[in-house]
């Protein structure tokens, strides 16, 4: 898959960019204990490289979700080799996931957005609650562009569901965006994205898309796109946007 890159003397990327290390160097000394969500894709590499290469007080962490394909957590490595570092890992309640299964099927999220919504609730919902738990922010790596559930997508928010503040850094970057500072950066990445990836989670719910559909049509590709949220990024009363300049 080839990733098109922004003009590297872009005035507007170096303003784009300047604001997101403004933001994270905001949070690791306003809103600390501070931690960040990576899903480990394209974008939360950004926020990897930028968190680490100026030694930020923020957290990294990743859901093991036990279904996540072997490239991703080959992204794990990646990180410790090219940083020194170890990402913190949550992983699902083995008793819950054995309910489910027992209950339901290995694979049972196919069969209806309820049951799909289950199985993340046990894989990913509940190991982020614990994951969360004492800190007073959190980071993710969404972008307004990436669907149609993050168009109102503000770099700040605060998350009444967690009772913490939540920061989007790259809500405004664009697919392009991404992949010029992974390129100029020689950030390492998920070799998936090179396949027709551009969204990845986990395994049997993540394929390859096809030319001019939307980035994320690969996930839970069986769904409405309305539908494409896993319960991580409440909203519905639950999340306030706030305006950020």
Known sequence: MSHVSSDSNSAAFEHLLSSTKATLHRIAQEFTPAVFASSLA???????????????NITIFSLE????????LGVLDKIQQRYNYTVTLFKPEQSAVDEYVKANGLDAFYNSVEMRKECCRIRK?????????????????????????????????????????KFNPLADWSEDDVWHYIRQNDVPYNPLHDHGYPSIGCQPCTRAIEPGEDIRAGRWWWENPESKECGLHVVDGKLVRVKTA
């Open 42 to 56: 394209a974008e939360d590499m950004v926020l990897t490289d930028l968190i680490l290469r100026d030694k930020l």
């Open 65 to 72: 979700t036990g279904r996540l394909h072997a490239e991703t």
């Open 125 to 165: 919902v509940e190991p982020l609650n614990r994951a969360l738990a004492g800190n007073k922010a959190w980071i993710t790596g969404q972008r307004k562009a990436q669907s149609t559930t993050r168009t109102a997508l503000e770099i700040q928010e605060e998350d009444a569901a967690h009772s913490m503040t």
